[in-house]
């Protein structure tokens, strides 16, 4: 009984985590795909001209959704959480144009690192491409703005679940026995919390099971949680987060009048030796 206790602790496992300010580099990234690097925060990675022209695009998107999947924010764009492949790439075909309308008359920056680290891999043999199916392909990015209240307004998860179960006609569900990397650009974040916190632990399918979230990876409880160190980043609109989603992760609560956090999130990972895929 006790031993049964015991071996239900969560496991620590202490995260790598680097922060500076500057830009991103695509040595950066593939430190993160290859375990090297549990995080990376960089400070004023993009400029706070393109954040705020992203934001307003954003609030005034004719394509901006509430979800309705159990996760409460507001998006534009396509998630394959909890969705069969056929909806999920459906869905990414019809938002196209409203992603692609975000960044109207803008460099997009999400596209910018996909467009470099396809480059840099290429140099070493590794292709880099969207996730697709014969319903479609997987956009850059998708933009989204958590509306949970209290402790969490994105509560801890893995991105890992989803991937590792995402079904049939999923290419990406090979990407869950390497690490699934998540790359969030913030164009805009509340005066107040909004952290995006990583505690030190990384979720077995055992785990999972034993929290009731084999599938999703969401939501771990506060209890489960207790007496796991974790490290905040301190976000402000302009800058890029990037971790191993395998760790826990969520987003503290926010306060503050007016500005709303919004993230641009993309999720990639090697598929194969040779291949890495990208999708949202
Ligand atoms: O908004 C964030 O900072 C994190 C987003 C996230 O974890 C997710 O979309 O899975
Ligand atoms: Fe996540």
């Not at 009731?212 to 796991?228: D, K």
Request: hydrophobic share 40%; net charge negative.
């Amino acid at each position: 009984m006790t031993t049964n206790q015991i071996s239900q602790a969560p496991a620590i496992s202490p995260p790598t985590i680097i922060e500076r300010t500057g830009s991103i580099s695509t040595a950066d990234i593939i430190s993160v795909l290859k375990g090297e690097i549990t995080g990376l925060h960089i400070k004023q990675a993009f400029s706070t001209e393109i954040a705020e022209e992203i934001t307003a695009n954003f609030v005034g998107s004719p394509g901006l959704k509430e979800r309705k999947d159990g996760v409460p924010g507001q998006y534009v764009g396509a998630s394959h959480y909890r969705k069969d492949s056929a909806t999920y790439f459906a869905e990414a075909e019809t938002a196209r144009q409203y992603v692609d309308a975000l960044f109207e008359n803008l460099v997009d920056p999400v596209r910018a690192i996909f467009d470099a680290l396809k480059r840099e891999l290429h140099n070493e043999g590794i292709e880099l491409r969207l996730a697709r199916s014969e319903h479609g392909q997987a956009n850059v990015s998708r933009a989204l703005s958590w509306s949970g209240s209290g402790t969490f307004s994105l509560d801890p998860h893995d991105d890992v679940a989803q991937v590792l179960c995402a079904g049939d006609g999923y290419e990406l569900s090979a990407v869950a026995n390497n690490i699934v990397a998540a790359l969030n650009f913030y164009p805009s974040m509340a005066e107040e919390g909004g952290n995006l916190r990583l505690w030190s632990h990384k979720p077995t399918v055992t785990d999972r099971k034993s929290q009731g979230v084999e599938t999703t990876g969401y939501p771990y409880s506060a209890a489960y949680l207790e007496g796991v160190p974790f490290r905040d980043f301190q976000l402000r609109a302009g800058d890029i987060g990037l971790i191993d989603g395998g760790f826990v992760h969520g987003v503290t609560g926010q306060s503050g009048n007016g500005k709303r956090r919004l993230v641009l999130n993309s999720f990639f990972g090697f598929a194969r030796p040779d291949l890495v895929l990208w999708w949202t």
